[in-house]
């Protein structure tokens, strides 16, 4: 089984910063694209960033200058830096990973649990 753990949530004040962090556990032969995700109180999950095995990245409109997304293959980490958070940036942040299993033999997308992030006006 494959486990994906977020960490770096919090409380912070508009114009500051936090660093997220995901690391993947478990019987991973590979891992391929990755992505962060949030969901606000009574929206819908939307896209943040995602990541290729390569670095080739994405963002949404919403956050492109301000969040960086980036991985370290080796560890089965993920970070996502974020820079001048607003409050709208207030969410539910997850994980998202495409993991390929060493045995069985199989490839799913896998969520962490998510982390609160509270941007204060």
């Known amino acids: 089984q494959v486990q994906l753990l977020e960490s770096g949530g919090g409380l912070v004040q508009a114009g500051g910063s936090l660093r997220l962090s995901c690391a993947a556990s478990g019987s991973i032969f590979s891992i391929g694209i990755m992505g962060w995700y949030r969901q606000a109180p009574g929206k819908q999950r939307e896209l943040v960033a995602t990541?290729?095995?390569?670095?080739?990245?994405n963002y949404a409109d919403s956050v492109k200058g301000r969040f960086t997304i980036s991985r370290v293959n080796t560890e089965n980490t993920m970070y996502l830096q974020m820079n001048s958070l607003k409050s709208e940036d207030t969410a539910v942040y997850y994980c998202?990973?495409?993991?390929?299993?060493?045995?069985?033999?199989?490839?799913?997308?896998?969520w962490g649990q998510g982390t609160q992030v509270t941007v204060s006006s």
């Open positions: 998202n990973a495409d993991v390929t299993t060493t045995w069985p033999p199989r490839r799913n997308d896998y």
């Open positions: 990541i290729t095995r390569g670095g080739s990245t």
